[in-house]
């Protein structure tokens, strides 16, 4: 196991070896399945966010001067994440219909027992490509912003070797899900998972 510095990353591993403890010391038969950054209805469009409405990290706004921030929020502007070498960002996400598939594709199967699986779109996002998308698709324009982020790819092909699983969104539909998405007046957006 390894982690990135903090605490949530501490966490993740101390869950899954206590869950790897477990299945040695009392035969339990289960699996854990590793899942990155879970989207659902408009997430994914929010977590793009420079507003104060932004979903999880980074908290766009705080790379560029509040005037500034407002303006990318009235153009529509996507961030294009930067590693400090200047790449863009491969980040990798679930849409939650696809973890919920995976969840009930394992469960009680023969080959997921005391297993561990990366639960994940078959390529992460690249926020480039992303950008370039909604450019090209909704027309909105974009803007490279440089943070202390690398990129990720965790490989999801266990999952489709022994658990016959397959991921339906890619970058094209999880894009176009949340962007597309109409919230109803009963449905009100809380971010409980703010920047």
């Known amino acids: 196991h390894s982690?990135?510095?903090?605490?949530?990353?501490?966490?993740?591993?101390?869950?899954?070896?206590?869950?790897?403890?477990?299945?040695?010391?009392?035969?339990l038969n289960g699996c854990c399945l590793r899942a990155p950054w879970i989207m659902e209805k408009d997430d994914f469009k929010y977590q793009l966010s420079f507003g104060d409405d932004v979903f999880g990290g980074p908290r766009w706004r705080d790379?560029?001067?509040?005037?500034?921030?407002?303006?990318?929020?009235?153009s529509h502007?996507?961030?294009?994440?930067?590693?400090?070498?200047?790449?863009?960002?491969q980040r990798n996400f679930v849409h939650v219909d696809d973890l919920v598939s995976a969840i009930l594709a394992s469960i009680d199967h023969p080959a997921a027992r005391q297993q561990t699986f990366n639960i994940c779109m078959d390529e992460p996002v690249d926020y480039r490509q992303l950008a370039n998308y909604l450019t090209s698709t909704r027309?909105?324009?974009?803007?490279?912003?440089?943070t202390?982020?690398?990129?990720?790819?965790?490989d999801?092909?266990?999952?489709?070797?022994?658990l016959g699983w397959r991921s339906v969104y890619d970058l094209h539909?999880?894009?176009?899900?949340?962007?597309d998405y109409q919230r109803s007046a009963s449905d009100p957006r809380i971010i409980y998972y703010p920047g």
């Open 173 to 179: 539909k999880l894009t176009d899900a949340a962007f």
């Open 63 to 74: 790379f560029v001067d509040a005037s500034t921030a407002d303006s990318y929020v009235a």
């Open 3 to 27: 982690a990135y510095p903090g605490c949530y990353a501490l966490s993740k591993v101390l869950e899954e070896v206590m869950l790897e403890q477990y299945y040695i010391q009392y035969n």
């Open 139 to 146: 027309g909105y324009p974009s803007v490279d912003i440089t």
């Open 156 to 162: 999801n092909t266990k999952a489709k070797f022994l």
């Open 77 to 89: 502007t996507t961030p294009v994440m930067l590693d400090p070498e200047g790449k863009p960002v």
């Open 148 to 154: 202390p982020h690398h990129a990720t790819w965790l």
